[in-house]
């Protein structure tokens, strides 16, 4: 079945880090979702993607959308303490509206 | 965005009872919402499903019995863990999709004793 392979799994970084995570499938998405979570939340969209190639900003978060269609790409530039979470990417399975999630990037950032 | 509330945020029950979790779309008709389980430090895992009108459509290995899924309307959705065991203690979360996004709920943390 379709799986989404997140790495890194985990990071630490300093303040003013610019920080990069990706997310890979085995096979390919045509719409690519980034959230964040919070403990005890629910996990909270940041950024959609619906094209191959597509680059889309939200204030320092930039993602792509891979041109394989099999992957894409997080940057948050200029991390600050509120980053800290755990990023996932998500995707539709093929041919339907449910969502798959991948594993996960947990993201701490020391002052 | 759109809003999701899912309700309650942390629930308590004593082993063998039945706990009922709501999730509604607030400012948008969902014909499809989705329940989804997580257990610490992993990532969401889908469970079923749930269609307005209709049955709900459950994920392999997840035992539809135990957990009822009703949605009887285009803004709410219910789960129902039935006859509740301390291992179905987890994070449970909703979502809805709006477009061709999913918005989720704050998620309900359940905990069976």
């Known amino acids: 079945g379709q799986q989404l392979n997140q790495s890194p799994q985990s990071m630490f970084i300093q303040e003013g880090e610019d920080v990069s995570m990706n997310c890979t499938s085995s096979s390919i998405f045509n719409t690519w979702l980034w959230y964040k979570q919070d403990p005890g939340e629910g996990p909270v969209l940041l950024i959609a993607l619906y094209k191959a190639g597509e680059l889309t900003s939200n204030g320092r978060l930039t993602a792509q959308f891979g041109i394989t269609r099999k992957d894409s790409f997080l940057n948050i530039s200029a991390s600050i303490p509120s980053d800290v979470g755990i990023y996932f990417c998500a995707g539709p399975l093929s041919g339907t509206y449910k969502y798959i999630f991948g594993t996960g990037t947990r993201l701490k950032v020391l002052a | 965005g759109a809003v999701v509330s899912q309700h309650p945020s942390w629930v308590i029950c004593k082993s063998g009872t039945s706990v009922k979790i709501e999730c509604r779309s607030l400012d948008f008709q969902a014909t499809t919402m989705f329940w989804y389980r997580q257990f610490p430090k992993q990532s969401l895992m889908l469970m079923a499903t749930?269609?307005?009108?209709?049955?709900?459509?459950?994920e392999q290995g997840v035992e539809k019995d135990k957990f009822l899924i009703n949605h009887a309307s285009l803004t709410l959705s219910t789960l129902t863990v039935t006859s509740a065991h301390p291992e179905d203690s987890s994070f449970y979360i909703c979502?809805?999709?709006?477009?061709?996004?999913?918005?989720f709920g704050q998620g309900t943390r359940l905990t069976v004793v």
């Open positions: 749930s269609n307005e009108g209709s049955k709900a459509t459950y």
């Open positions: 979502s809805a999709r709006w477009s061709l996004e999913a918005f």
